[in-house]
């Protein structure tokens, strides 16, 4: 489906306005996120290379150049496709040191289209193609082109394919080892595995209430999205944060755009590209958001994040009677309440009670618990958390609850 783009008329200025600069310097209003424990700092939003392959070389180049020039240093290079790698190689050269690339590993052009293979000789010539079309003797984080299913996982582990990948980390051809998965499940397995390093991910407010083992594409999974976020991708989340692992987003606005148009979207409402992101990076173990883009003027109005107020940011302006209809009153852990007044850290407490509730108390809840720097007891019922919640949680009976079950 062709991406669908909706603008706010103040980003199709800033978007006008870019337009017209020849020169375009470094913004200081990019931010930088750990990737993990890479040790690498990325952008909070960074570019996917599925545009590359409509583009000529020169267009190539001038969108690149404005997406390192606005302070972009990250990039998706999902695509086998020689003229998208080509396009990326031409528009890098003389620059290739200020961008983080993330490659992906299984994945080859064969019969005209993007194939992914576990075929290590297949892997091995679409790698170096990878390498020789980029000019490159390495990439930053070597991504193993996606794995949806537990099948597929156990396929993986101790394959003839994972031995080749984790050769050219000892070669150093690939510098970090990632995975690409639209399974929560699959996603935790991968985080709990202890060598993979960066989780490419498929997050966004809809995907979130979608059950823990499917995937965007399964029959129904979302026509009848859940109440509140699934508890497998809450525990992805706060494994990957707990753990430094670092989450790279992909399908940021649905796949295809959809949440940005309320007939698309599967929540049948509509959310901007500043939502979107600003839903994404509210998560702690998030380390970049990215962002697709066609062409230019597209590059241009994502850029439009640099410039967006507070107000477009937030989310929960789309409407409190449409987003509790979806969450039904389900706390999704999103932060968007704090700062609290007195300190609590409310999603991490909420977090807490709902695992307890749901699965039984345990020492080792009551011990998280415990190392909080506030409690949910010193709630003092001001109500100012209440006005920033996107899906209408009653906050104070949240924390009295917790309260009575972990004892402060």
Known sequence: MKQ?????????????????????????????????????????????????????????????????????????????????????GYALQGRRDEMIIQGHIGTIFKDGQHTRTRDVAEAKAGFE??????????????????????????????????????????????????????????????????????????????????????????????????????????????YCATHHIGITVMKTFGGGGRLLDAKASPLGFAYTPEQCIAYCLAKPCISTCILGVDNLQELQADLHWLQASDAEKDYASVGKSETASVADGSCTYCNHCSPCSVGIPIAKVNELLDKAEREGMSADLQAQYDALPHHAGECTHCGSCLSRCPFSVDIPSKMDRAKEVFGK
């Open 4 to 88: 669908i783009r909706l603008f706010t008329l103040l980003g199709l200025c800033a978007a006008l306005a870019l337009v017209g600069c020849k020169q375009q310097t470094k913004p200081t209003s990019m931010k930088y996120r750990p990737l993990g424990n890479t040790g690498l700092m990325v952008s909070e939003i960074s570019i996917g290379c599925g545009g590359f392959e409509k583009l000529d070389s020169a267009a190539s180049l001038e969108l690149m150049t404005l997406a390192l020039d606005s302070g972009m240093n990250y990039i998706d290079i999902y695509d086998a496709n020689p003229k998208t790698r080509s396009n990326i």
């Open 129 to 238: 193609d990878l390498l020789t079309r980029l000019h490159t003797d390495h990439i930053e984080v070597g991504m193993i082109h996606i794995t949806d299913s537990h099948a597929e996982w156990d396929e993986l582990e101790g394959s003839p394919f994972l031995e080749y990948v984790m050769q050219l980390k000892k070669e150093g051809k690939i510098k970090h080892i990632g995975v690409s998965s639209h399974n929560a499940e699959v996603a935790l397995r991968a985080a709990k595995s202890g060598w993979i390093e960066v989780i490419m991910f498929s997050l966004n407010p809809a995907f979130d209430r979608m059950r823990g083992g499917a995937i965007p594409w399964d029959e129904g999974a979302l026509d009848n999205l859940q109440g509140g976020i699934d508890p497998v991708r809450v525990e992805l989340y706060d």
